[in-house]
């Protein structure tokens, strides 16, 4: 029977981590998607632990979108 891999953690209940040297993998190698990931997993598991009401996790979710909205391409240079 193959041994089951023992983890090293969770971030926000939902992200797996092998070994704190993969948590250091996680920290060097964030990119936008990664980060707009995680901070959605972090706002989730804050409402359902109570820390947020709706309204709350609401303005935070606009907040993120508007921070990762991508800006259209002006064509004029003037």
């Given at each position: 029977?193959?041994?089951?891999?023992?983890?090293?953690?969770?971030?926000?209940?939902?992200?797996?981590?092998?070994?704190?040297?993969?948590?250091?993998?996680?920290?060097?190698?964030?990119?936008?998607?990664?980060?707009?990931?995680?901070?959605?997993q972090a706002v989730k598991l804050?409402?359902?632990?109570?820390?947020?009401?709706?309204?709350?996790?609401e303005v935070i979710s606009k907040?993120?979108?508007?921070?990762?909205?991508?800006?259209?391409?002006?064509?004029?240079?003037?």
């Open positions: 029977m193959e041994e089951e891999k023992k983890l090293f953690g969770k971030l926000f209940n939902s992200i797996d981590l092998s070994s704190e040297e993969h948590l250091d993998l996680i920290l060097q190698n964030m990119n936008k998607d990664n980060a707009f990931y995680i901070l959605t804050a409402y359902e632990s109570g820390v947020y009401s709706m309204g709350e996790v907040s993120i979108r508007v921070l990762t909205k991508k800006e259209p391409i002006n064509s004029d240079n003037n």
